[in-house]
């Protein structure tokens, strides 16, 4: 079983910063591939980054590529991601969660991941 909780999230003025963090408990979180996603209001879930187990691979969205960075500290069970020239277009309940496939493709569906965290809310104002 593995139990992730996100942190980090918060208000901040568009072209500010934030930085989340994603806890997990559980040796086998670090073996595996961790994403971000994130849900709008009225929105579908959607990708945001994710990264392999050791770090070495990363993946962006478009939308945040050149923003957000993805990473992660495996002694501390922890992956971060760092948020950069945030618009209100970011705003978002903010997740984090793992791919158990242990593929070597990075992946950006939702359906991929099994464990998921509740969510911090980021809130970007104009």
């Known amino acids: 079983q593995v139990q992730l909780v996100e942190s980090g999230g918060g208000l901040v003025q568009a072209g500010g910063s934030l930085r989340l963090s994603c806890a997990a408990s559980?040796?086998?979180?670090?073996?595996?591939?961790a994403g971000w996603f994130r849900q709008a209001p009225r929105k579908e879930r959607e990708f945001v980054a994710a990264i392999s187990w050791s770090g070495g691979s990363t993946r962006y969205a478009d939308s945040v590529k050149g923003r957000f960075t993805i990473s992660r500290d495996n002694a501390k069970n922890t992956v971060y991601l760092q948020m950069n020239s945030l618009t209100p277009e970011d705003t978002a309940v903010y997740y984090c969660?793992?791919?158990?496939?242990?593929?070597?493709?990075?992946?950006?569906?939702?359906?991929?991941?099994?464990?998921w965290g509740q969510g911090t809310q980021v809130t970007v104002s104009s």
């Open positions: 969660a793992r791919d158990p496939s242990q593929s070597r493709v990075l992946r950006s569906t939702s359906w991929s991941y099994d464990y």
């Open positions: 559980g040796r086998t979180f670090n073996d595996y591939t």
